[in-house]
């Protein structure tokens, strides 16, 4: 018989290897699923999962999808060190990408290198302003913040649709809901003539190493770590949890904001009610996908990417439904959250009952 | 009277060369022993000689590696505590295990391996709580009783069950004096009624008092067994930790400086559901003075203790005065700054991260007074050498200032942060429970370190339950009861009895008896 046996410490093989084994388990699941309904779930696994990688045309699109993913991870994981479950950044990115593309809209007629960083700024300030409520409301009246950013997200998008097809509908759009399309000064630049890469891509790496760094080197960062961890230390070295919660909610706001006016100002060029495609969900698994680290967070997000574009692949060439992206990906949350058992436990032979000497 | 043990009978409970291990410590080594019928029989060895894990294997929550126990004559395996309690081997810990929420009935009744209706149930516990006079009442919440009646709960929960043999595991660590010789008539009686006490213990003037046998255990191997009543304390306590005891050595000049720590009428609501509020507390430690505040658990302590170190504010300024300017609004950080350092009971999780590194765990509480981390920055090669310091001066068996604050003994980790917070040189230091839980040599090391930051000038306030360290430690010693904090009183020519009377032996007992009787 196997059982579980507890680890006198935790391991960090497994701390780091059992996010592999996830990614693992959900290909041979997602295999398995898809060829028992008569797909073959060979050919649909690699295609979502070594056709992005192979094929270097994909990797400026693995990109583009990844940068939002690892900005609002960064935010998120930040908040989760310090137990506060900011599971809202949808919402918050949505009001970013509201916020800028107001500064859009009133600059639309003007030009100058200003407007970008005008319309970045009003991104962040959106995305933190929405996570302001739910640190109001758990601080001074102990709401579970878990239930107030999620519902929020749904206020933003509905006044993501209110926009789109009243006040900010374009007067030449033919009567489709969608704002105007941003002008030369409002659109991120790209990193290289006639790249998909735009600006945001390398500034998402930045700001992981600056995540890295607070987080690791100091006092800040060990504050949100140690009221995480064990909120009664905290409090006795002098950590205040309410100013952790306020901080790590308005910098996880502040980051999922920025990503969604990137989102608005770079590919899509405009707001329209397709906008909203699930980032701020997606980054919860790629925050635990990197182990809540800025380095793991990277690497998550690329994984995650992957799932996007293959899974636009399959949906060409194995005539895999839509559905499936999303599918894997709860998949991989699943063995995520159950692999991790693994760092605190090992398996191990039940042990033979001590017999006694005769 | 004891009657004489029966000579003939085979023995209640025989251990044959029992051995456990547990990765890298062999804790149980080759242990025999051997319980008569009736006998009250002490199992006597400092924290970490072997004692819980020997009792675990009794009372079948662990399985030995080796070796044969038999029970009444016969081998038996004992696979579980409910197949021990099943032989006849009841068990009382340390720590109880008993719903706050819930009356003393549904306590016991949940603890129950067969389902008795309630009527039934109150009539035996009822039985018994006469036939031993055992004053508790079934129909009252576990909350609003003292700890001594919450004991009273787990011994009534094991004598329903008619054991054959009761484990008492260090049951007298959390009792007033006078809770002390009541429980122990209890024990006499039980014993006479031909049911074998396993006395766990390291405190020998208790075990002289009680046992018939004892069973003296270091390092997971019995040293020795002797009959306690014809030895001398200070040769049991040699035996247990296998050196000449050393004598703290205090300085004699005994001036008391000036006021460093004064507390003025500090009023503080205790947190509700069953927190203790402290009502117009007031005392001052003086430079040079280790001041020691004796108590019962849960009558106020760890509420002092967080008002003083800044966790909970004081509603004024001047209720908390360090050397005479107004600390009772400052947080816990601003009052290290400015030299009142604090060491809270709990280790894990209170006074230390387990999940951080010992390095770690330094910043936590040294960065005020260090300068660890200026500007916000954590300087890793000072904080890193810091922890190096405490671990080498206070000898704390790690691996390095990288291990995990959680894979160090209970012990090893008290003098990590007890060394942490005297490296610091506070002006201040409070502290609760110094030595709980640490072996002999190292409280020794632990109590002489406080003496020597004393004669540096300090104050220091020691927070105990353990009355003989107090008394060993402090030169005036106090008692918090209900909230209350009694006036400090010199240690010389301070009788026992008095201070027992003040850890709420006179009222708390006395009414409770009548209205469990009524």
Not at chain 2, 262 to 270: A, C, I, K, Y
């Amino acid at each position: 018989m196997l059982e579980w046996r507890r680890r006198r410490e935790p391991s960090k093989t497994m701390l780091y290897l059992s996010p592999l084994i996830a990614i693992g388990l959900t290909m041979l699941t997602g295999m398995l699923v898809f060829g028992a309904i008569g797909f073959d779930g060979l050919r649909a696994v690699t295609a979502i999962f070594i056709t992005p990688l192979i094929e270097p045309q994909r990797w400026a699109d693995l990109g583009v999808k990844a940068a939002p993913l690892i900005m609002i991870a960064l935010g998120l994981a930040i908040g989760f060190r310090a137990n506060v479950w900011n599971i809202g950044a949808e919402g918050q990115y949505v009001m970013g990408a509201i916020a800028g593309t107001g500064v859009a809209l009133l600059t639309h007629d003007m030009t100058g290198w200003w407007i970008l960083p005008a319309m970045a700024l009003a991104g962040i300030l959106g995305g933190a302003a929405w996570a302001a409520l739910p640190a109001l409301l758990k601080v001074r009246l102990q709401v579970s913040e878990i239930l107030t950013s999620l519902m929020l997200t749904y206020v933003a998008v509905q006044f993501l649709y209110y926009l789109v097809r009243g006040p900010w509908k374009d007067p030449d759009g033919f009567n489709f809901p969608q704002t105007k399309m941003f002008s030369g000064s409002q659109t991120l630049p790209a990193v290289a003539e006639g790249s998909l890469v735009h600006f945001g891509v390398p500034l998402a790496i930045l700001l992981a190493l600056i995540a890295w760094f607070v987080m690791s080197k100091t006092v800040a960062g060990y504050a949100v770590r140690v009221v995480g961890r064990a909120p009664a230390a905290a409090r006795h070295g002098g950590f205040d949890a309410s100013r952790v919660t306020w901080a790590t909610l308005l910098a996880g706001g502040g980051l999922a904001g920025l990503a969604g006016l990137f989102e608005a100002a770079g590919p899509f060029g405009q707001l329209t009610p397709q906008f909203p495609v699930g980032y701020g969900f997606t980054a919860i698994i790629v925050a635990f996908l990197g182990r809540l680290s800025p380095p793991g967070i990277v690497f998550g997000a690329l994984v995650l990417a992957v799932t996007y574009v293959g899974g636009e692949i399959a949906q060409s060439t194995v005539r895999l439904p839509s559905a499936a992206t999303g599918m894997f990906q709860a998949l991989l949350l699943f063995f995520l959250l159950a692999t991790d058992v693994l760092v605190r436990y090992r398996l191990a032979w039940k042990a033979r009952p001590a017999r006694s000497a005769p | 009277m004891t009657q004489p043990p029966d000579q003939t009978a085979p023995s209640r409970l025989a251990l044959a060369h029992v051995s456990k291990s547990f990765p890298g410590v062999k804790a149980n080594q080759d242990i025999s022993l051997s319980v008569r019928p009736g006998e009250i029989h002490a199992l006597l060895g400092e924290n970490g000689a072997g004692k819980s894990t020997l009792v675990k294997i009794i009372y079948g929550v662990q399985r030995a590696d080796e070796g044969q126990i038999s029970f009444d004559g016969r081998p038996v395996e004992i696979a579980s505590p409910k197949a021990a309690r099943k032989l006849g081997i009841g068990m009382v810990f340390q720590h109880f295990s008993l719903f706050d929420g819930m009356t003393v009935l549904e306590n016991i009744a949940l603890g129950l391996d067969e389902s008795v209706p309630a009527e039934e149930l109150k009539a035996r516990i009822k039985a018994i709580l006469d036939s031993y006079s055992l004053p508790l009442d079934p129909d009252r919440e576990v909350h609003t009783l003292s700890v001594g009646e919450r004991q009273r709960i787990e011994i009534v929960r094991c004598l329903l069950q008619k054991p054959k043999l009761l484990i008492m595991d260090e049951p007298t660590s959390v009792l007033t004096p006078q809770e002390v010789e009541r429980l122990f008539e209890t024990l006499r009686q039980i014993a006479r009624e031909g049911c074998s006490i396993l006395y766990i213990s390291h405190k020998l003037h208790e075990i002289k008092a009680l046992c018939e046998a004892a069973t003296i255990l270091r390092a997971g191997r019995v040293v020795a067994t002797c009959d306690p009543r014809t030895e001398t304390t200070q040769h049991m306590a040699e035996l247990m930790i296998g050196a000449e005891l050393k004598h703290l050595q205090r300085p004699t000049s005994s001036k008391q400086g000036a006021a460093r720590l004064s507390v003025e009428r500090l009023d503080m609501p205790g947190e509700p559901p069953f927190g203790t509020s402290l009502k117009g507390i007031s005392f001052s430690a003086h430079a040079g003075e280790i001041l020691g505040i004796a108590g019962v658990a849960g009558n106020g302590q760890a509420e002092l203790l967080l008002a003083l170190s800044g966790e909970h504010l004081a509603g004024r300024a001047d209720a908390i005065q360090l050397d005479g300017r107004p600390i009772g609004l400052a947080d816990a950080g601003a009052r290290r700054a400015a030299g009142l350092a604090c060491v809270p009971e709990e280790r894990n999780g209170h006074a230390a991260v387990p999940d951080f590194s010992l390095a770690e765990n330094v910043v936590l509480t040294a960065r005020h007074r260090l300068p660890l981390a200026p500007s916000g920055l954590i300087r890793q090669g000072p904080v890193e050498r810091y922890a190096g310091e405490v671990i080498a001066r206070f000898d704390v068996r790690t691996t390095g200032p990288a291990a995990l604050a959680g894979s160090l003994s209970g012990g090893n980790l008290q003098k990590f942060i007890m060394g942490r917070e005297i490296g610091q040189r506070p002006d201040v230091l409070v502290v609760a429970q110094p030595t709980w839980g640490v072996d002999a040599g190292a409280a020794a090391a632990i109590r002489q370190a406080l003496v020597d930051l004393a004669a540096q000038g300090s104050a220091i306030v020691v927070i105990s339950q353990d009355l003989d360290e107090l008394l060993e430690l402090s030169d005036r010693l106090c008692v918090i009861n209900e909230g209350r904090l009694s006036p400090a009183r010199p240690v010389a020519g301070l009788k026992l009895e008095e201070i027992g009377l003040l850890m709420g032996g006179v009222h708390g007992e006395s009414h409770q008896a009548e209205s469990a009787h009524a």
